[in-house]
């Protein structure tokens, strides 16, 4: 509740404290940003500020504040740092779009953000947070921000069963963003519809691969080379 909070607050405080932009296709984590962002992830979560985005102790990107940041562009391959939004969905705590004028980047751009508790998003592109209302705890707006706060476990509150609907055998349910869910395997299973018991054999797959890409590489190699010609010169 106390990381909940401080991020409502820091929703509504947003506005004024913007020192810059960043250009389409360049790293958004250099859009610089001064308090409350600093104050939330230095002191109230106990990680660094770097630019835009906040690291914790394993130097992995847990937030990201790109309020007016005149984001034009956004997508799972937007570059953060070193990394990308896909890389770093899993790990993403809080996530601020608003304030840009970007095009809808669907629910899908949320795939992965399992641990996302607090999004806030420009009411101008999005119309309700993505999953829906049942994918959210609470949600607000408010001075053209959507806040979207405590994201819904839909596996626990539907009781999603990856059995029936996957129509897997070996499988379970797992939370994989705002309203949206993943089945996989369960431990020691694998293959079409979980039916394979063991892990994957990577070393016969791979034992069998090599030598018969080799030969089909040869053979064409050999083929193409009856059909070239040498060229003649003029006398």
Known sequence: ML?????????????????????????????????PLDSLCSDTLGFKLSG???LNKASRIVGVLLHECSVSQLDRSSRLGSTTFQAVAADLL?????????????????????????LYLPTAVFQQCPGGADAWKHQL?????????????????TAFN???SA?????????????????????????Y???KQGTFP??????????????????LWFTQRRNVRPKQHAN
């Open 202 to 219: 990577f070393f016969e797959f791979y034992a069998i691969l090599v030598p018969v890409t080799i030969v089909l590489s040869a053979v």
């Open 94 to 118: 809080f996530l601020d779009l608003s304030g840009n004028t970007f095009h809808d980047v669907g629910t899908e751009f949320f795939r992965g953000m399992s641990s996302l508790k607090e």
């Open 52 to 54: 835009s985005c906040c």
């Open 193 to 195: 519809k979980c039916l």
């Open 141 to 157: 707006r408010e001075n053209g921000t959507l806040t979207c706060s405590e994201q819904v476990d839909v596996c626990e509150e």
């Open 162 to 164: 990856c059995t029936v």
């Open 167 to 191: 129509q897997c055998v070996h499988c379970q349910c797992a939370n994989d963003g705002p309203g949206m869910v993943q089945c996989p395997c369960n431990d020691g299973y694998h293959g």
């Open 3 to 35: 990381l909940a909070t401080s991020l409502v607050s820091v929703g509504l405080l947003l506005s004024s404290h913007i020192t810059g932009a960043v250009e389409e296709g360049s790293d958004l984590c250099q859009c610089a940003t001064k308090q």
